[in-house]
């Protein structure tokens, strides 16, 4: 495998420079983490399965307008992705009462929403990704008000296409999380969908037991993990062709 610069490295992925100019290629790790990394720990394969899922979700979301950053998936564990600037915010779409919001609220967990909610958090790991309203994102420049048109409408769009997909498959879709970023092509810029959706980013419940099919079962250590995983994927339909088998991560030039 050909030696390449590392660019960053999150929590759930590497980012390498890309086969040419304007490109990335996007890595995807087991490790996995919760409550902003106070909880880490590995689950068995989850690079390899949120690779396949995010690139399905992000293929299918393409075929109906969404701009997105995505280009192609390379292997088992990565994929080629447009470079863009990415904006600060956690884009959280919330459907049915979970997390954060019954503890903030008191809502109990489980109850649907009036309708769609969507709330904006701030991109720092040292702060814990506070909350902040429309006013913070625009008095401290994180993006325009133009810029939050453009991410509040593409976040009720994904939104709608991805209640359907999930139900369709016997899935609720109680909240997820998205990431934005610029895309700068001559002079034009655009907002595009950037980062990943997948059971890393989502919460997934299955339709008939409520049973959660997404990390909060790492989260809460619920067990059977790397299960739930592979369960959302194969309902999609698309578990990995050489099934669960790992691949060496990518040597890095430093």
């Keep these: 495998m050909a030696r390449r610069r590392q660019l960053y490295e999150g929590k759930a992925k590497i980012l390498f420079e890309g086969p040419e100019p304007g490109t990335l290629v996007q890595y995807f ?8 990394a106070q909880k880490k720990g590995v689950i068995t394969g989850k690079g390899v399965l949120n690779n396949r899922i995010s690139e399905f979700i992000m293929t ?3 075929e109906i307008g969404v701009p997105t950053h995505f280009v192609r998936r390379l292997n ?3 994929q080629l992705i447009r470079e863009v600037e990415i904006i600060p915010l956690e884009v959280v779409v919330r459907n049915v009462a979970a997390g954060s919001l019954s503890t903030r609220l008191g809502i109990p967990e489980g ?3 009036p309708r769609s909610i969507v709330e904006y958090y701030y991109k720092n790991d040292q702060l814990g990704d506070p ?3 429309e006013e913070h994102i625009t008095a401290f420049g994180w993006a325009s008000v133009q810029d939050l048109d453009d991410i509040m409408a593409l976040s009720l769009r994904v939104n709608d296409f991805l209640t359907g997909l999930f139900l369709g498959v016997g899935i609720r879709l109680v909240d997820f999380k998205l990431e934005f970023g610029r895309l700068w092509e001559n002079d034009e810029m655009r907002i595009v969908l950037a980062d990943e959706i997948s ?3 989502c919460r997934l419940w299955d339709i008939k037991t409520n049973e959660k099919l997404d990390k909060d079962r790492f989260r809460r250590d619920l067990g059977k993990v790397e299960e739930a995983y592979q ?3 194969r309902r999609l339909g698309i578990l990995p062709e050489a099934g669960m088998r790992d691949l060496k991560g990518p040597e890095t030039m430093q």
């Design 111 to 113: 109850t649907p929403l």
């Design 199 to 201: 059971p890393d980013s």
């Design 231 to 233: 369960e959302v994927a």
């Design 60 to 62: 299918r979301l393409a």
């Design 131 to 133: 909350m902040v309203a």
């Design 76 to 78: 088992m564990r990565e």
């Design 29 to 36: 790790k087991d490790d996995a983490t919760a409550f902003n």
